[in-house]
């Protein structure tokens, strides 16, 4: 069974620019959760999806969106870049949102200059 | 204060040491989870714990609920073991994860 894949896995943008990143779940997962970790802040949650809605969202401005599709494939994306924004971007996939183990991608190396 | 707390930041072993990384909370959990993050930023889930001890090969983890802290044992540790543990905890009820700083782990043939 293949694991979760992000694409890219890394990429380099400029200030200001806007940018839009991919996670496939694990085949019958259906929640997908986004995390940023940066030397700084370690690991944070971003948002959380199941069955195309959100379900939770941390503590991020409004920059930082997402959406799940039908074969729950997610997407995020981050408008107008900022250089505090280069990060380590991970995705996680769940069968189900509660009660059950995450299973993480190898993440997307944003770096923005 | 963070919610979760890991120690010790940075471990440094010899090939063969027994190692315990733990950790503790402060809010209330679902689930509590240890994760392995090799360089390169790979994560792999190895427990999920909501109470009791778990174990997988050379790896132990343990959690006490009413304490609010779990451990993560690592038995006749091998360089191959180096990463960075991460304890991350499942808010009860949202569902939402977060996550201790990390544990450094360097074993040394």
């Known amino acids: 069974k293949a694991g979760v894949t992000q694409t890219p896995r890394y990429l380099i943008k400029t200030r200001g620019q806007q940018v839009t990143l991919s996670c496939s779940p694990i085949?019958?997962?259906?929640?997908v959760s986004w995390y940023q970790q940066t030397p700084g802040q370690g690991l944070q949650f971003l948002f959380e999806?199941?069955?195309?809605?959100?379900?939770n969202k941390g503590n991020f401005p409004g920059r930082f969106s997402g959406r799940q599709f039908s074969n729950s494939r997610s997407e995020m994306n981050v408008s107008t870049l900022e250089l505090g924004d280069s990060a380590l971007y991970l995705c996680a996939s769940k069968y189900r949102p509660t009660g059950t183990e995450a299973f993480f991608g190898q993440g997307t190396r944003l770096t923005v200059v | 204060k963070n919610e979760v707390e890991q120690s010790p930041q940075n471990l440094t072993a010899q090939e063969g040491e027994f190692i315990t990384i733990n950790c503790s909370y402060s809010v209330g959990i679902s689930a509590l989870h240890w994760l392995q993050q090799h360089p390169g930023g790979g994560i792999v889930s190895l427990f999920m714990l909501s109470s009791g001890k778990k174990k997988h090969g050379r790896l132990i983890a343990t959690i006490n609920i009413q304490e609010k802290h779990s451990s993560l044992h690592i038995t006749a540790s091998h360089p191959r073991d180096s990463a960075v543990y991460i304890c991350?905890?499942?808010?009860?009820?949202?569902?939402?994860?977060?996550f201790g700083t990390g544990t450094r782990l360097q074993v040394f043939p």
């Open positions: 991350a905890v499942r808010i009860y009820n949202t569902d939402k994860l977060i």
């Open positions: 999806y199941f069955s195309e809605t959100q379900r």
């Open positions: 085949s019958g997962h259906r929640s």
